[in-house]
């Protein structure tokens, strides 16, 4: 599958706005992070990140956190695509679905998810709230403040620890990559 097809797979299956960025933004930070740790899956890596949620809209994940990951493969197997890897990366970026991170893809989405909402986060308390304006000792400040962003998991933001790059890199990756494509995020 390329970037064009699961382009099409997102769109066909998810139509709020909020979720699109979102997962826009988590494409982006993996193909950050693939740049640093599988030079030559990056767009595969971005492929990852664009689908991670694709089943967002369509399952009761609030009511049974376990269906969040398994429906999206359930989805992609639907529409002819058979990727065990992919699969089990998207599976592992929610641990309640079964699936425990142990690849560096697994880690690195696990950990992308949550940074590119709390990136936004921090972004909007900006009198701009352009994610250019953020600076990364603001994310390292907020991410200290455990009220803030409270729904965003700074243990699986600090899992990027496993693929042997630091919350450091893991936020620069995320301000460089988010701020390139802020006009599609609204930041």
């Not at 689908?51 to 999206?72: A, F, I, K, M, R």
């Not at 933001?157 to 599609?184: K, P, Y």
Request: with cysteine; proline share 3%.
């Amino acid at each position: 599958m390329n970037r064009e097809q699961a382009y099409e797979i997102l769109h066909k299956y998810m139509k709020g706005e909020r979720y699109l960025q979102h997962s826009y933004a988590v494409e982006a930070i993996m193909r950050g992070l693939a740049k640093k740790l599988a030079p030559d899956d990056v767009e595969y890596w971005g492929i990852a990140g664009l689908l991670h949620d694709l089943d967002e809209e369509q399952c009761d994940w609030q009511n049974d956190l376990s269906v969040h990951g398994p429906t999206s493969v359930e989805i992609l197997k639907k529409e002819g695509v058979e990727d065990q890897v992919l699969f089990d990366a998207i599976c592992a970026h929610n641990p309640k679905s079964g699936v425990k991170a142990k690849t560096n893809i697994q880690y690195a989405l696990l950990a992308a998810d949550p940074m590119s909402g709390f990136v936004k986060a921090v972004a909007q308390i900006y009198p701009d709230k352009k994610v250019a304006s953020v600076k990364h000792k603001s994310v390292m400040k907020r991410f200290n403040e455990l009220r803030f962003a409270a729904g965003a998991n700074r243990d699986y933001m600090e899992a990027i620890e496993f693929t042997g790059l630091s919350l450091d890199n893991l936020i620069d990756v995320a301000l460089e990559e988010m701020c390139a494509i802020a006009d599609e995020l609204g930041l």
